[in-house]
């Protein structure tokens, strides 16, 4: 059987170091794109005062649009950290025997059907399928309300759920588990989902065009009349955007090498690997014993289950390697990401991170050393 990472089941879940860096990472989102919002939100308003010249109305939009965007992160984190506030992560993740129900053609909601008989129901995403291949699932609660926190072996987030009726396990049968060997990662259907998602990379440069773009034409709407407001946003735009511009380009040409490495890759490589302690402002690194000798693996993007899989197990999967780029992902979990390889040395070659990513890099301060 595969080793993924587990959450422990000896401690209180809140004291678990893999719930605890899930909990950290949707804070960090939520702060930084509330703090964006609020910001955006009052300069909004203020352009509320304005005339209404099409550069301030523009700026306007622009200026509410962000703040609705951005504030549904403090909302989400509501809801994603729900289980925390009703106490639930108080008690120990607890391993219990499952299966998955069968969706009916008009029920919206997943079912796992545990082996005391309980039925838990919610929007459960990508877990069910790992869920039905191992058997299992951990859980926290339910509670006396009947609500309960699961999550699946291999990812590192946590889903709410609610205690359903006991007769959906006879109304949802359960579904058939079928033998899945481990073949070519695109023939998996989780890491043929994360790959489409990687393709979409390539286009990173959109991100900085874009916003540039759209900054400049709203500076030249507010240039006759006047508007200050379209002035200032639109340069802020244009500005910030054409300072992303090299390094998107750059992104944008990592994930094409990663791209690559997937679509030659014939299989999985697992390789033995020893992460580095983590420190800020300095990337996830650590040294792997690859097929062609010892070498300093650096995350351009380090992805939240791929990191924590690694730590966890002590393995990396390799989904394939194309110069000195590899694509790195979980077996049947739909996540993957990319990262620079160099053979060990005293003095490695400059840092593969562009600087400006330095700006907004998670924290992974959690990860056990």
């Excluded at 300069?43 to 304005?50: E, I, P, S």
């Excluded at 709407?221 to 407001?229: M, V």
């Excluded at 160099?342 to 050393?369: A, C, M, N, V, Y």
Aim: some cysteine; aromatic content about 8%; hydrophobic content about 45%.
């Amino acid at each position: 059987m595969l080793q993924y990472l587990e959450p422990r089941t000896d401690v209180p879940a809140k004291d678990d170091w893999s719930t605890g860096l899930i909990l950290q990472d949707l804070r960090w989102g939520a702060t930084t794109l509330g703090g964006i919002a609020v910001v955006t939100g009052a300069f909004g308003v203020a352009c509320l005062f304005l005339a209404t010249t099409p550069g301030n109305v523009g700026a306007m939009v622009v200026l509410f649009l962000v703040t609705f965007l951005f504030g549904l992160g403090p909302l989400m984190y509501r809801s994603e950290t729900r289980a925390l506030r009703r106490g639930l992560l108080e008690q120990p993740w607890r391993r219990v025997p499952a299966t998955v129900a069968e969706r009916q053609h008009d029920d919206v909601h997943d079912r796992l059907l545990l082996g005391d008989g309980t039925v838990l129901q919610g929007w459960f995403q990508d877990l069910p399928d790992m869920v039905l291949e191992r058997q299992e699932v951990f859980v926290c609660g339910p509670d006396a309300s009947g609500r309960a926190v699961v999550r699946a072996a291999g990812f590192a987030k946590m889903e709410n759920a609610k205690a359903g009726k006991k007769s959906d396990a006879e109304t949802h049968p359960a579904r058939e588990r079928v033998e899945r060997p481990l073949g070519r990662p695109l023939d998996d259907a989780a890491t043929l989902k994360a790959y489409k998602g990687m393709r979409w990379g390539v286009r990173s440069w959109l991100w900085s065009a874009v916003p540039a773009g759209l900054g400049g034409v709203l500076v030249l709407l507010s240039l006759f009349p006047l508007a200050p407001a379209g002035l200032v946003v639109g340069g802020l735009m244009t500005a910030l955007g054409l300072l992303g511009v090299p390094t998107a380009i750059e992104i944008s040409r990592w994930y094409r090498d990663a791209v690559k490495t997937v679509e030659n890759s014939a299989q999985w490589t697992p390789v033995a690997i020893t992460l580095f302690p983590w420190k800020p402002n300095q990337n996830v690194a650590g040294l792997a014993q690859m097929p062609g000798g010892l070498a300093l693996v650096q995350f351009v993007i380090p992805d939240l289950n791929v990191v924590a899989n690694i730590a966890d197990t002590g393995v990396m999967w390799i989904a394939g390697t194309h110069g000195d780029v590899i694509a790195v992902g979980v077996p049947r979990v739909p996540v993957l990401t990319f990262a620079a390889v160099q053979p060990d040395r005293d003095t490695p070659k400059e840092d593969p991170i562009p600087w400006i990513q330095r700006f907004h890099q998670p924290d992974f301060s959690g990860l056990p050393r």
